[in-house]
Structures are given as structure tokens and as C-alpha cells.
């Protein structure tokens, strides 16, 4: 009896702690997509309020109203996101299964040296330069797309050791014995058994590539047609930022300032850019833990 | 090195044929650079002016072979805006070719950053070594860019005497001089607004007439948009105004303009450690916490304060004060004025306003050097590059489309002469439309757009020609050396800079305060090396 | 060792065989060494520009040598000291607190009997996807001096607090940020693992008379002992970096907040994008990259003492 208080008790208090965790995680979500549904005037009067004074559909109205960089900015993030993750699943999948080989001559040596690259890189000077000259990168779409956030160590290594712990290597023996080639046997096998490290990598990637803003920020400097949905947020804080602490230097600074959009619309092009990982998440979430427990422990 | 001589040799070439054949070179030239040619011909057989003839001659030679040659050099021009590259930016490059192509056998890109990246993206540009050949210092920083070795010598094997005649012709020797380190000339400065109206006051004109203010009487004369007042007088107003709509905030400014529009006094090297308290005659660095004038405005900020002037929110405002001008929460402002300023606030509060000024007009040391225009050490033909900036500081069309952008596309000419918007373009929609005209080399020549006088630039000049001026003008400050004490002190006087300065805290208390904490972070040696490179500067400059 | 000596007794035709089955795999790896080699080996000799003095003039090879001069001009500012200090405390007081709460709230979850579980669990990995720009929008709103609702509603009739100036406040914003980001995915691992757990030994305990609160300290804390202290081995392999949004957006680049909110990542980019000092900046990133070369290597030593099977190689 007494033991059955007990776990009432603690059902009660775990429930509390979890929906205030719960409610931590989403509470300001909720603010953000409340304040780009309110007035500016009124958002500027009584600041942000999660009972706005007046609604406004303005700032939305404004941002998809034709010929507006936001939707076009859109449309970059959505084929650069898609884009990105298929070539960065397809070459870190590869890779790291071919790392998970153990009778492969020259495996160690291929870890370290994608383990050494988690250690030590160029800086962004070089980087900048390598791509810039000698790949001409600069101002094209390939600059969103390839710079850093194509594959990483980390990923690697996190898929080989899910290839090690979830792909049971006699399995794949046995395909081998049974006259499948390697190929055959990766693709028939060892890729569907990995399905769950494959949705947590895509995912990762995925949104490695939707919340990036420094590859537009380094790379496009003239083609700023090519800004993404990140890129554009972060210009207008950059923006504010700088006439704000100018103005004393230079003149004109309150022109400046007096057209960065309305502080409704900066909310609304938040909202707009979260929209799509809130969207897509719960169908890859259950993937998703088992990919991070599976292949996460090894780092 | 091998293709400037051989430039120069060629150069020597063309002038020695049209100095001995007068026009039958001039027939042979490409009808394009007849008019260059000319002159140079003709100047150089009166031989009045030796020098001159044969700079202007080598310029138009060098012009001569660059189209003999066949191949165009393209010269990459750089500066910011607030919004980005603008969407004609290829259209105005083209347009902007199609007038140094003609005249100077030069195409030109245009590369606009935003504000935002705008130092980011030119620091690796420069870095790397990618092509950008003219671009303008603002934010960048003129002082970081000569340490790092980015900028050219303007004035290596005669570039600036010998390609640039009419940039010098468009500023006095100082102006230019301002630009120097240690004695090399490394930018070229804008022509803009170069002094500020100490302590201007913005009010609209509705909430004067609201309290039976008397402004028509306070002008000198009928065409003045100033009033010259003091700080007593517009106590005075602010005090009815705020009887008035005591609902409403009565005065605010910027924190971070405080110093610089307020007060007479020159933050020599563009920071508060060390100022001149006496800046028109007197080298003497001091420190500014402790002089009268700091002090004054404290105090007398702090009464403003206590009398309720102050939103509770100041310290922590920043919205522009336009902007609250216009959603009605605010009275008054502070600005920096110059010609033309009534309109441009006007503009911006979106109703007439008053404008009243408490100081003088003052032009500082660092006026020139601030966001001069550079050319890259990198820059493959620096010819090409001088003579495209001397077209922009001399060629009215050039300008105008570098500033304004196309006829026809972003403005159209009114029948007084100014110039505006076509029908259905605005300035949401304008594909060149960047509103940052004080950084675009000479906005003197370019068209006047509607709105503004069409003598404003007239007006400018006066304005510059009459201001006092900084006994300090054109010194340059590097604090490499003591930026440990730099980043120390400006730690220390962030903390109390908008208390003070808004008037938040009792001055006679609190400034004290601040001193002592600045002192032990170095604020004596800070002045001290200050001091030591000001003298060093004065003295090799002549000034005493 | 022994897979060089069970290579060595091959017979040359299960060596042919080995190469048969290698050549394929060779070829899957192909596209992503070349793309390591682009992106990161490219550019690695670049690291020479910490021991150079850099004129854009001369590039970066042609420069003329320095020898130490940038690490000692690094060392002999104040900077140092404070990014490093920035760097480690922020990392050593995220680790015990993202321990600390995602224990805790696996342990919960794991006990938890209600459905509504896996919809906590979703939502709150929702913050760590979010990107580090959003994240900065989400504390403006609640901290903007004159906007946000803190000063607005919580603070609505007292003094607002002009939150981007005042340095006291940010080490607990930013622990914060990084709690509520990081919460949903470091609870993950500790979850599944408490999940392996066999029940048995709870229901043992039940009979017995064990407490809920016995349970979890005497059975699930021992047993998740060796996760624990692993992931936070490998979390101080990592102590020298810093979540660049974190320190650099959040507090929307704020002057007045450096002296708490720079790390060594942020003071590189500073370094290199704002102020164009492209020696120091790259000094700063190789003593970044040594020193953590070195923990990484103290770490896996470490880990390879507690679990041989975990360690990195």
C-alpha cells in the first residue's frame, strides 16, 4: 500500500519536472511565433507579450508578398538542405563502412587521418583561400554547399562505430560466402541494417545545412541572391548591431536603422525559418534516438 | 615593375609625337580619348607648366596604349550599404564601363556589401590576395588596414601626382595630408559633411506651436534652417513641453554620440582616453572625465534628469529616435547638424521639425581620414585604378551614377533639375538605391536629388570651409601598443558611460568614482603615449 | 598487433582474395578521402601562419618567418588568460550541469509510466536543432532592454535591466542556453542505456523494500556509473572548444559582455574577421588544436583504462 503511495508520488513529481522541462523547451518557440502575429506598433509600445494588445498578420503578409528575398531565401535553404544531406549521407555512409572493414590493409591509417582532421585544420584564412582560388567557389552556390558542411570526423566516426556494433560482421560473411560481391552485399545488407545511424547522420547534416550562415556569410559577397533564410536573420542583427554602435561615427546611421524590417517581420522570418525542422522531426525522431545511443557512445 | 617602365616609356613615346605633330597625332588618337588628348597636346606646346603638362600627358598615354593594346583591365571597386548587394549592382557596373571604357579604356565591377559582413568579407579579400582594387575604409578601419600592410602608397612613382591631378584639384593640401602615416599617403577622403553642429536639437514644429513657441522670430536670416540657441533656452522648451504631454518622453540621444556631438572637444585617435579639451588652440591632451565641459553636461544632464525629461527606459533604448519621434513617444533629440539637416529629419520623423543648435560647427581631427578610399597593395594596374578614383571625384556623370544609379531605371530629372524616382519605383523597389551617398568619393557633382537645395553642396562647402577645425586635424592614432590599457579602460567606461551621460547618476559622485577605477587601469600611461605620438605628429608636420 | 601477424601467415592466394574484397571498398572510400583532402588537408599547411609575420603582399608562404613572436604577443595580453579561463570554466560548469540534469531527467523518463513520455522526450530535443541565429532571436525576446518580456512583464515596474551590458549576468544566461539547447540529446544516451538495464534487479529490489529513491541510487547510478564517465571524459577531451553560436550570437556580439562571454573560438574569429589580425588569430587556433590534441590523447588514455572497448583508437 505504502509502496503504491510511493510510486504515485513519484509518477506525480516526475510528471511536474517533465512538463516543466516540456514547457521550457517550448514556451519561447511559442513567444517567437506569438510576437510575429503582433502588431510592430504594439510590440514596440508594450514589448514582447505572450497576450498581444492587437494581432497582425502583417509581418507574414509582408514576407510572402511577391518579390520579397525572403521566400527566394527559402527556396535556396530547401535545395541546398536537400542537396547537401543526399551527397554528405552518400559520402560519409561510404566512407565510414569502408572504415568499419576490419580486413581492410591501411584501415588504421584511414581513421587517423579522419580523426586527425577533428584535431587540427588550416584556419579559416586558408580554408577561404583554398576555396576561393584555387576552386573558384566564391559567389556560387557550390560555396553554401561545399565548405566544411559536407561531411565531418565526427559523423564518420559515430556511422563506423555503428557499422561495428550494429552490422554484425558475420552477417556480412555470410552474404559474402554466399557469392554477393561487396557492393551487393553493402547495399542489400549493411544499408538496411543501418537505417537507424542513417537518419540521425541525414538529420545532423540536414540540419548542419539548415541552420548554416557562415558559409553565406564568407562566400557570397556579391551573389547575396544566394542567402539563405539563416543568412538573412543573421544579416539583420549584424545590421542593427553595427548602426547602433556607429552612430556616433557615422552620419546617416538612423537612415540605416529606419529600414531594417519591423521587428514583427525579423520574428515571423525566425518562424518561418524553425517551421520546417519542427515539421520534419517527429518522422525521424524514433531513428533518431536509436541512431545517437547505437553509434553515440563510441563518439 | 618591367610593365611600369614600359608603361612609362610608351607614355614618353605618345608625348613626344603629339608635342611634335600637335594634331596629326591627335587624328591618330582614338576619337574617344580626343579630348584628354587635346589638352595634353596643347599644354604641352604652350610649355607653360612643365610638371602639369607632362603628368596630364603621361595620364592620357597611359590611356593611349591601355586601347592600343586591346585588352580592357577591369578595376573592382568595393564599399557597403545597409541592405546588401543591390539588385542592378551588374546593370550600373555596365553603365558605369560604358563611361570609363570611353574615357579611361577601363571597365569597372562594382562589389556592395552590407554593413553587416562588410569588414569581414573585405579583411579575407584583402587577405587572400582576391581582386579588389579601390574600396573605402569605413568599418574596415583605415588605421588596421595600414598596420596589415592592405594599402597602396598613393604616391609610389608619382601615382597620385601623375593620375590623380583632379583629386588633388578637389581638396585643399590638409585634407589630403590627413591620410598620411608617417608620412605616406595611403587614402583619399570622401567629400562629405566635414564638421558637425555641436548639440543640435530636433523638435517638431506641431508640439512648438502646441506651447506657443515663437521659432519664426529665432532666425538670423529667411533662408537659415538652423536656430542658434543655448542649452538655457531649450531647457526652457523642453520644460513646457514637458508640462505639456508629461505622458510623453521629452529628450533623448544616442549614448554613443554623446561625446562626439556634444561637446567641443576632439577625441584625438576616435576614443574617449585622452581628448582635447581645448581642441582648437591647445595640443594639450587631457583627460575628458575631469574638464569642465564633461562635467557641465553631466551635470546638467543629471538636472534634465531629475526634472523628468528622461524616459526610464533611455539607458536601455535602441530604437532610433526618429523612429520614436514618429510612433509619438518622444519630443525631442539630439542630432549632429550640417546644410541640409531640417529636411533630412523631417524625413525621417515624418513631420516638420525645428532644428536648434547649442555649439559650434566643429570639424575634428580624424574628419578626413575616417573612411577614406584606398587602393588594395595587391592591385594588379594601379594606373588604371588611380585614374578610374580621379574620374569619380571629377566626372559628374560618372558620379551620378555611382551614387544615384541609372536615368530612366532608378531616378528620372524633374524639371527644376533635381532628380527622383521614375513612376512606379520607390525606394523598397529600386534595384540601385543605397542611401549611403557620404561614402561614395565625391556626392558634390553628382545630381541633387528632390528635397534637397540645389545649392546644398555649395552650402557643404561653406559649412566645411567655415567650421573651426581641430588644431589637431589629420593625426592619426595607432594604440597597438597600449591596446591592453585601451581594452581596460573601455571596460571600465562602458559601465558608467550611459548613467553619466544620461544623466542617470549624480555626476559630483559618480564621476570621482569612475576616475579612480580608470586611473587603475592605465588611463595616465594611455594619455601619456597619446600625448607622445601627438607631439611626434605636430612636430614633423610642423604645427605648434 | 596480431592482425599484421595473422596478415603475414597468409597464403599468397587468401592475399589475392583480400585485395579482391579490398578494391571495392577502396572505391566507396574514394569520394570521401578526396573530399577530406579539399577541405581539410588543403588548407592544413596554412597553420604555418602562426609562426609567420603575415603581409598580404608576400601571402602566406612568402612571409617572412616570426618564430614565436605570435604566440608570445598572444600570451603577453590579457587575452589569453581570459579566453582560456572563459574557455575551460564555462566547459567544466556546463559538463557537471548537463550531467547533472540529463541524469537526472533519464532517470525520470526511464521510471516514467505515462504516454505522454515520448512526447517529453521529443519536445525537448526540439531546442538543440534549432540554429544558433534562431536560438539569439529567442533570447532577445525575452531579454531586449526595452522590448523583451523580462523587463517587460517580470520586471514590468521595477528598473529594467539593459541585459546585453551587464557582464554579471551572462554566465548564467549562457549556462542556461546551454542546458536548455543541450538537455534532449545528452539525456538520450543515459536513457537507452538505463533501458538496457535489466528490470529483474528492480523488481528484486521492490520486494525487498527498496525505496524508489534506494533504487535509484544504489542500482541505476552504479550501473550507468561507467556511461557517465565516459561521455564526460570525452566531453573534457573537448574542454579547449567552445559552441561558437553560443558565445558569439547569444550575446549578439555585445562589447560591453566580452571579458565573459569570449572563448578561444570567438576571440579567433574576432581575431581574424573583425580586426584582421591574421597571425594571432592563427596562433590562437594552433594552441587551441595542442592542447587539445593533448587532452583528447590524456582522455582516450583514460577511457582505454575504463572500458578498452570505448576508446577512440
Excluded at chain 1, 128 to 142: A, P, W
Excluded at chain 2, 192 to 202: E, H, N, P, T, V
Excluded at chain 2, 306 to 322: D, H, R, V, Y
Aim: net charge negative.
Amino acid at each position: 500500500m505504502q509502496k503504491m503511495g510511493q510510486e504515485k508520488r513519484f509518477q506525480i513529481f516526475g510528471n511536474i519536472v517533465m512538463i516543466i522541462i516540456t514547457l521550457a523547451a517550448v514556451i519561447p518557440l511559442i513567444l517567437l511565433a506569438i510576437s510575429s502575429f503582433t502588431d510592430n506598433d504594439a510590440l514596440i509600445r508594450n514589448g514582447y507579450n505572450f497576450i498581444p494588445e492587437k494581432w497582425s498578420t502583417y509581418a507574414y503578409e509582408y514576407i510572402f508578398t511577391s518579390g520579397n528575398a525572403v521566400v527566394h531565401a527559402y527556396m535556396i535553404s530547401f535545395v541546398l538542405t536537400a542537396v547537401g544531406t543526399l551527397c554528405g549521407l552518400t559520402i560519409t555512409t561510404l566512407l565510414a563502412y569502408a572504415l568499419s572493414k576490419k580486413f581492410l590493409p591501411g584501415r588504421g591509417v584511414l581513421t587517423f587521418l579522419v580523426f586527425f582532421t577533428m584535431l587540427f585544420n588550416g584556419g579559416l584564412v586558408p580554408t577561404y583561400i583554398n576555396y576561393t582560388t584555387v576552386f573558384g567557389l566564391k559567389n556560387t552556390f557550390f560555396a553554401l554547399l561545399i565548405p566544411s558542411l559536407l561531411m565531418n570526423a565526427f559523423n564518420i566516426m559515430m556511422m563506423k562505430s555503428y557499422f561495428v556494433t550494429g552490422v554484425p560482421e558475420e552477417i556480412m560473411e555470410a552474404a559474402y560466402i554466399d557469392g554477393a560481391t561487396e557492393f551487393q552485399a553493402f547495399f542489400r545488407i549493411a544499408l538496411p541494417l543501418a537505417k537507424p545511424i542513417i537518419a540521425t547522420i541525414g538529420l545532423f547534416i540536414g540540419i548542419g545545412y539548415w541552420n548554416d550562415w557562415m558559409n553565406g556569410y564568407i562566400y557570397l559577397t556579391k551573389r547575396t541572391d544566394l542567402y539563405s533564410i539563416q543568412n538573412l536573420l543573421n544579416r539583420m542583427i549584424q545590421n542593427i548591431q553595427f548602426l547602433s554602435t556607429n552612430s556616433g561615427t557615422i552620419a546617416n546611421a538612423n537612415v540605416g536603422l529606419a529600414n531594417i524590417p519591423a521587428v514583427s517581420v525579423r520574428m515571423a522570418m525566425a518562424v518561418v525559418g524553425v517551421l520546417p525542422i519542427v515539421i520534419i522531426y517527429p518522422f525521424i525522431q524514433n531513428n533518431f534516438v536509436k541512431g545517437i545511443t547505437l553509434g553515440g557512445v563510441k563518439g | 615593375m618591367k610593365r611600369k617602365l614600359a608603361l612609362l616609356l610608351a607614355g614618353m613615346m605618345v608625348v613626344g609625337t603629339l608635342a611634335g605633330c600637335g594634331s596629326k597625332g591627335e587624328e591618330a588618337a582614338a576619337p574617344a580619348a580626343a579630348e584628354e588628348t587635346t589638352e595634353a597636346a596643347g599644354a604641352a606646346e604652350e610649355v607653360v607648366d612643365a610638371q602639369a603638362a607632362d603628368d596630364g600627358s603621361a595620364a592620357a598615354a597611359a590611356i593611349e596604349e591601355r586601347k592600343a593594346s586591346g585588352n580592357v583591365p577591369k578595376v573592382v571597386i568595393a564599399y557597403m550599404n545597409f541592405a546588401g548587394t543591390p539588385k542592378g549592382i551588374d546593370r550600373i557596373s555596365a553603365k558605369m564601363s560604358e563611361i570609363t571604357e570611353e574615357k579611361l579604356g577601363v571597365d569597372v565591377e562594382l562589389q556592395i556589401m552590407d554593413a553587416a559582413s562588410y569588414a569581414q568579407n573585405m579583411n579575407l579579400m584583402l587577405a587572400s590576395g582576391e581582386q579588389v582594387d579601390l574600396f573605402n575604409t569605413v568599418s574596415v578601419g583605415f588605421m588596421p588596414c595600414v598596420n596589415k600592410g592592405y594599402l597602396m602608397d598613393l604616391e609610389e612613382d608619382d601615382l597620385l601626382a601623375t593620375y590623380g591631378q583632379d583629386i588633388i584639384a578637389a581638396f585643399k593640401p590638409l585634407e589630403l595630408n590627413a591620410n598620411r602615416v608617417n608620412g605616406t599617403l595611403y587614402g583619399i577622403p570622401v567629400k562629405k559633411d566635414d564638421a558637425a553642429g555641436q548639440f543640435g536639437i530636433s523638435i517638431p514644429q506641431s508640439l512648438l506651436d502646441e506651447i506657443g513657441y515663437d521659432y519664426a522670430s529665432k532666425y538670423k536670416s529667411a533662408d537659415d534652417e538652423i536656430i542658434y540657441t543655448d542649452l538655457d533656452e531649450i531647457e526652457g522648451i523642453l520644460t513646457q513641453l514637458h508640462e505639456a504631454h508629461p505622458e510623453k518622453d521629452t529628450f533623448y540621444m544616442d549614448v554613443s554620440s554623446v561625446v562626439t556631438q556634444c561637446l567641443l572637444i576632439d577625441m584625438v585617435g576616435g576614443d574617449a582616453f585622452g581628448v582635447l579639451n581645448d581642441p582648437i588652440n591647445s595640443l594639450e591632451v587631457t583627460d575628458l572625465f575631469t574638464g569642465d565641459q564633461y562635467m557641465d553636461l553631466c551635470r546638467r544632464m543629471y538636472k534634465w534628469n531629475q526634472m523628468g525629461f528622461f524616459s526610464k527606459n533611455a539607458l536601455t533604448e535602441t530604437l532610433a529616435t526618429t523612429v520614436q519621434v514618429k510612433a509619438g513617444s518622444l519630443m525631442a533629440y539630439k542630432t549632429a547638424t550640417k546644410p541640409g539637416i531640417k529636411q533630412q529629419e523631417s524625413n525621417l520623423c515624418g513631420e516638420p521639425v525645428i532644428i536648434f543648435q547649442c555649439g559650434p560647427d566643429f570639424k575634428k581631427s580624424n574628419t578626413y581620414n575616417t573612411m577614406p578610399w584606398a587602393i588594395n597593395q595587391n592591385c594588379e594596374d594601379p594606373v588604371a585604378a588611380m585614374q578610374v578614383l580621379n574620374l569619380l571625384y571629377s566626372d559628374p556623370e560618372l558620379a551620378t551614377i555611382f551614387c544615384w544609379g541609372e536615368e530612366g531605371k532608378e531616378w528620372v530629372e524633374t524639371e527644376d533639375g533635381h532628380i527622383t524616382f521614375p513612376e512606379g519605383v520607390d525606394a523598397q523597389n529600386s534595384e540601385y538605391f543605397n542611401n549611403v551617398n557620404w561614402e561614395l568619393c565625391n556626392q558634390f557633382i553628382a545630381k541633387i536629388w528632390e528635397g534637397e537645395k540645389l545649392d546644398i553642396w555649395e552650402k557643404m562647402q561653406d559649412f566645411n570651409d567655415n567650421a573651426q577645425a581641430s588644431k589637431a586635424m589629420g593625426f592619426t592614432w595607432d594604440n597597438s601598443d597600449v591596446s591592453a590599457e585601451f581594452t581596460a579602460l573601455t571596460n571600465v567606461y562602458s559601465e558608467y558611460q550611459a548613467q553619466l551621460e544620461l544623466g542617470f547618476v549624480d555626476p559630483d559622485v559618480v564621476v570621482p568614482e569612475m576616475e579612480e577605477r580608470l586611473k587603475a587601469a592605465g588611463l595616465e600611461k594611455y594619455i601619456a603615449a597619446k600625448q607622445e605620438a601627438l607631439n611626434a605628429w605636430a612636430e614633423a608636420n610642423g604645427i605648434e | 598487433m596480431a592482425k599484421k601477424v595473422y596478415k603475414e601467415q597468409m597464403s599468397p592466394a587468401k592475399r589475392k582474395s583480400l585485395m579482391k574484397r579490398s578494391i571495392p571498398i577502396y572505391i566507396m572510400a574514394l569520394p570521401g578521402l578526396i573530399y577530406l583532402f579539399i577541405n581539410n588537408y588543403m588548407p592544413m599547411p596554412g597553420i604555418v601562419l602562426a609562426f609567420k609575420n603575415y603581409k598580404a603582399k608576400d601571402g602566406i608562404y612568402g612571409s617572412a618567418w616570426a618564430g614565436l613572436k605570435n604566440f608570445k604577443y598572444l600570451f603577453s595580453t590579457q587575452d589569453a588568460f581570459v579566453i582560456t579561463r572563459n574557455t575551460i570554466c564555462y566547459n567544466i560548469v556546463f559538463i557537471i550541469v548537463n550531467l547533472i540534469f540529463a541524469v537526472g531527467v533519464a532517470i525520470i523518463l526511464s521510471e516514467l509510466t505515462t504516454k505522454a513520455k515520448k512526447l517529453y522526450q521529443s519536445v525537448i530535443l526540439l531546442p538543440y536543432l534549432l540554429s544558433a541565429v534562431i536560438v539569439s532571436y529567442l533570447v532577445f525576446a525575452f531579454l531586449s532592454p526595452e522590448n523583451g518580456f523580462v523587463n517587460n512583464t517580470i520586471l514590468r515596474g521595477h528598473d529594467p535591466i539593459s541585459w546585453y551590458q551587464e557582464k554579471k549576468y551572462w554566465p548564467f544566461i549562457l549556462v542556461f542556453v546551454n542546458l536548455w539547447k543541450g538537455i534532449g540529446y545528452n539525456c538520450i544516451i543515459y536513457l537507452s542505456t538505463i533501458i538496457g538495464f535489466d528490470r529483474g534487479l528492480y523488481e528484486a529490489a521492490a520486494i525487498d523494500g527498496a525505496t524508489k529513491w534506494q533504487q535509484i541510487t544504489k542500482i541505476t547510478l552504479p550501473l550507468l556509473r561507467p556511461t557517465i564517465i565516459m561521455l564526460t571524459l570525452m566531453a573534457v577531451g573537448r574542454i579547449f572548444y567552445s559552441d561558437f553560436g553560443l558565445f558569439y550570437q547569444v550575446p549578439q556580439n555585445s562589447g560591453a559582455l566580452l571579458s565573459v562571454t569570449n572563448t578561444i573560438d570567438t576571440y579567433v574569429y574576432r581575431g581574424l574577421l573583425e580586426l584582421g589580425d591574421i597571425t594571432m588569430s592563427a596562433a590562437a587556433g594552433v594552441y587551441q588544436s595542442l592542447v587539445g590534441f593533448v587532452l583528447v590523447l590524456a582522455a582516450n588514455l583514460a577511457v582505454k583504462k575504463i572500458d578498452p572497448d570505448s576508446a577512440l583508437f
